[in-house]
């Protein structure tokens, strides 16, 4: 019996001698590991023996498939969207850790860079502040901050950049209110430059995101002297730089029609407030001393007379935007001409 257990191998595999490929060959593939041995005595006095082994059959595709799919993955991008100008902007919300963090980033910039992006802006949440430090170590900068977020930039290129600079300028408002008595409503605030100065003004402010010029002015009117008033004209407006962390300033002066008359001022940041005839404030030594505020009186005292016209807000429209829009033009000498 042991010596003709070495004629089996023939017959497994006879094939290996011809041209005919081997069923069991090409098919499967043996994986086995001796565990027992047991030699047993017939009763006819021959010696049996038994192997008994763990089989394990698999196909040569199978393994195949298992080399091509399954052990390469595809590397995981950042989720993001294109912008107008060849760029891509990535939302971040989900926590990370910032070695996974990193390793994502430098294969989506590869990525990008291969899709021939050039602006990449990562709008990163206040709760995921921990990732600032290893964008700046990339290579990413700072653009701008809001309450909730803070905006990085980066550019892939090797060439100039172009990515436009944060806003530059703070938009703000002065109201002229005057009523039929040729009364200006005026102010004394007891903060900023102002305080304690003794100088009556108008109601001004800062216009607020996504608030226009001619809203801000009817808002700033109600809530330092709780009078109502409705937008006539833009008068003039002045253009200063370096007033705010280095920004630029733009400052509308604003006509304005009162629908009341009452005065409720605002305690936390005005001191006074009162109707005076129009002459009487324009005779400050403060307004006539400064060349801005003498020239803003001129203006309104020639808009009083008749003599000058301002730019009235016309709503339009726009094929960019499915928004309204407040154009300010001289309407009167549009009208003229046309």
């Known amino acids: 019996m042991l010596r003709s257990l070495p004629k089996l191998s023939p017959l497994l595999c ?17 994986v086995s590991s001796a565990k027992t041995i047991t030699r047993t005595k017939t009763s006819t006095g021959r010696i049996a023996m038994t192997i008994r082994s763990p089989i394990r059959l698999m196909s040569s595709s199978t393994v195949s498939s298992i080399t091509a799919e399954d052990h390469v ?4 991008l950042l989720k993001s969207t294109d912008d107008d100008h060849d760029g891509v902007i990535v939302e971040m919300d989900q926590p990370m850790d910032a070695a996974t963090f990193v390793l994502i980033l430098r294969s989506s910039i590869s990525h990008w860079k291969q899709l021939g992006k050039k602006g990449v802006w990562i709008k990163l949440p206040i709760h995921l502040a921990s990732l600032v430090e290893p964008l700046v ?4 900068w700072y653009h701008h901050a809001e309450p909730k977020y803070l905006m990085l930039v980066y550019w892939i290129p090797e ?26 409503l005026v102010v004394q605030e007891n903060s900023g430059h102002f305080r ?10 800062v216009v607020d995101q996504g608030e226009d010029i001619c809203v801000a002015a009817v808002r700033e009117v109600k809530e330092e002297t709780g009078v109502d008033s409705e937008f006539v004209e833009v008068l003039a407006f002045r253009q200063s730089h370096k ?6 300033d733009l400052f509308f002066v604003c006509m304005m029609r009162p629908l009341s008359s009452d005065i409720q001022k605002q305690r936390l940041e005005i001191e006074a407030s009162r ?3 129009f002459e009487e404030y324009s005779a400050q030594p403060f307004v006539q001393k400064h060349d801005l505020l003498k020239y803003i009186s001129d203006v309104c005292s020639a808009k009083i007379d008749g003599r000058y016209a ?20 001289n309407a009167g000498a549009l009208k003229s001409s046309l």
């Open 14 to 30: 006879s094939a290996r001698t011809t041209n005919i490929p081997c069923f069991l060959a090409n098919s499967l593939r043996f």
């Open 196 to 205: 304690g100065t003794g100088v009556w003004k108008f109601p001004t402010g």
């Open 73 to 76: 993955q595809q590397p995981k």
């Open 243 to 248: 007033s705010f962390f280095d920004k630029s």
């Open 275 to 277: 109707w005076m005839p």
């Open 310 to 329: 301002g730019y009235s807000a016309v709503s339009t429209s726009s094929s960019f935007s499915d928004q309204k829009y407040y154009l300010y033009l």
């Open 159 to 184: 060439t100039a950049n172009t990515i436009p600079v944060n806003a530059t300028h703070r938009v703000g408002i002065g109201a002229f209110v005057m009523n039929e008595k040729r009364e200006v």
């Open 137 to 140: 170590k990339e290579g990413f």
